[in-house]
């Protein structure tokens, strides 16, 4: 028996289960709602898609399933005047992504003003590819070379022999910073061409080649771990610090990042300033190095 969106039998209307599970749910049924709020016809939303009217009443009653590229989303939010929270949405559901950062010249403005009011701890903001995007000044005084074009934290933590210098047991880093591009490289829907140049440059040291062979294990970030730094601008002086890394809500492929400085009379070889296990988090790392070092 067909019904109404209020629950009641409606006249001439008969759906199938899968029509009915479109009309009242997921993606099918805001992508109807947002085409009537609209006052666009089907054969219009299709058009700007560049599927069939019959694809595209599919995908409204939720018969097929599939995902629109950005570029069909731009179009479809364009057509359909859909405002900054529906982007949101449709880009979500779409791409596992939100809004483009460089959409929104408020939210760049409110993210650096978060940034920056972390001071004195070093905060940045990367993009889905590690690019640094924005800073505070104590991260630029900590490490200078966040402020050079084209500045990428992985880039660095794996290429430049200034790393190996400032990370306390840069091995350790390495092997956590391959699990972070491994599980990048595996949840992207698409091919990222970006991704897997920055891969490939990594991949070019032989330890980082070899690290990348031997697990298979994958980490989404870095956020929680205490390790130690030598700190150029601090007269080398090693400092321990806590790294927060958060996903803001309006740009979820970014990663806000903050270094706490932290001190403790008790800390040691063996435990952190925090009282954890001194590179816990590296302790798989740990095993892979020393399989690595072991001779065959």
Not at 110 to 123: E, G, N, T
């Amino acid at each position: 028996m067909a019904t109404t969106a209020n629950g009641v039998a409606g006249v001439g209307e008969e759906f199938s289960s899968g029509q009915l599970a479109g009309r009242y749910m997921g993606f099918g049924h805001l992508l109807r709602l947002w085409r009537k709020n609209a006052r666009v016809t089907q054969p219009v939303a299709a058009r700007a898609l560049g599927m069939s009217e019959r694809t595209y009443r599919k995908v409204e009653q939720g018969a097929t399933f599939l995902r629109l590229t950005r570029e069909q989303c731009a179009a479809l939010a364009s057509v359909l005047d859909l405002d900054r929270d529906e982007r949101h949405a449709l880009l979500l559901y779409n791409l596992g992504t939100s809004v483009e950062y460089t959409e929104e010249p408020q939210l760049r403005k409110a993210l650096q003003l978060l940034i920056d009011r972390q001071m004195p701890s070093p905060s940045y903001l990367t993009d889905r590819n590690w690019n640094i995007v924005s800073f505070n000044r104590a991260m630029a005084e900590w490490w200078p070379w966040v402020m050079k074009p084209g500045a990428n934290l992985l880039r660095w933590a794996l290429t430049e022999p200034a790393a190996r210098d400032q990370f306390e047991d840069w091995d350790m880093h390495a092997a956590a910073y391959v699990k972070i591009m491994k599980f990048a490289q595996a949840t992207r829907d698409l091919p990222d061409a970006e991704l897997e140049q920055l891969i490939a440059e990594a991949k070019k040291d032989p330890f980082i080649e070899r690290l990348w062979e031997a697990g298979a294990d994958l980490e989404e970030s870095r956020d929680g771990h205490v390790f130690r730094m030598r700190v150029p601008a601090l007269e080398w002086e090693t400092v321990e610090v806590v790294s927060h890394v958060l996903h803001p809500a309006s740009a979820p492929d970014f990663r806000f990042t903050v270094l706490t400085w932290v001190e403790s009379a008790q800390a040691d070889d063996k435990t952190n300033s925090l009282g954890g296990q001194r590179n816990s988090w590296a302790q798989e790392n740990q095993l892979m190095r020393t399989e690595l070092e072991t001779p065959v």
